[in-house]
């Protein structure tokens, strides 16, 4: 079985405890704290896969790392330090995002702009966007690249919407190739 497909099925089994006891909103802020520990210190992840150390050892070390974590979500990462799967940490708490999202009908987006966005912008591409992918919001991370020169590029899934500056000059040069 796929690591994914295998991560999957851990982010299924929280996310019907978490939706059962109505804390999926906070099982999420806890999975994405767990994720950016797991991303910001890759000797974590080296340390839990080493066959050197115990796994009584590994489970302390993760009740030490992650002490104020919900029961939800520290009986997970018990269970993935048991089975020798602590790398799919980070692949569990992508597929519980998902899972949430489709829940309150909510896409990830990013929105890549010349400048930081402001509240009032975010809600309004949200507005806008969201109904186009089916969606009833987006939550919307804003990345500043100064290389689109200007307008808005978004990604929400696998959908790109082009507004850039940068996007219109390279459509207008392949066009005026083929022309």
Do not use: C, W
């Not at 104020?68 to 519980?96: G, I, K």
């Not at 966005?117 to 990345?143: H, P, Y």
């Amino acid at each position: 079985m796929s690591n994914i497909a295998v991560a999957k099925r851990y982010a299924i089994a929280l996310f019907e405890i978490a939706k059962e006891h109505n804390q999926l909103e906070s099982v999420e802020v806890e999975l994405r704290i767990v994720k950016t520990v797991f991303e910001e210190n890759k000797e974590l992840g080296i340390l839990l896969q080493s066959p050197r150390i115990s796994v009584e050892k590994k489970k302390d070390i993760v009740k030490e790392a992650f002490s104020s974590a919900s029961p939800y979500v520290m009986n997970t990462l018990m269970l993935l330090v048991d089975r020798h799967r602590a790398n799919q940490v980070t692949a569990l708490v992508d597929a519980y995002i998902e899972l949430a999202n489709a829940e309150r009908g909510i896409a990830e987006a990013k929105v890549y702009s010349v400048r930081p966005l402001d509240e009032a912008e975010k809600a309004a591409l949200s507005a806008s966007f969201a109904k186009k992918v089916g969606k009833s919001s987006l939550r919307i991370e804003n990345i500043t690249d100064p290389g689109i020169l200007g307008g808005l590029k978004l990604r929400i899934g696998n959908r790109i919407f082009d507004g850039s500056l940068k996007g219109k000059l390279e459509r207008l040069e392949r066009e005026l190739i083929r022309n």
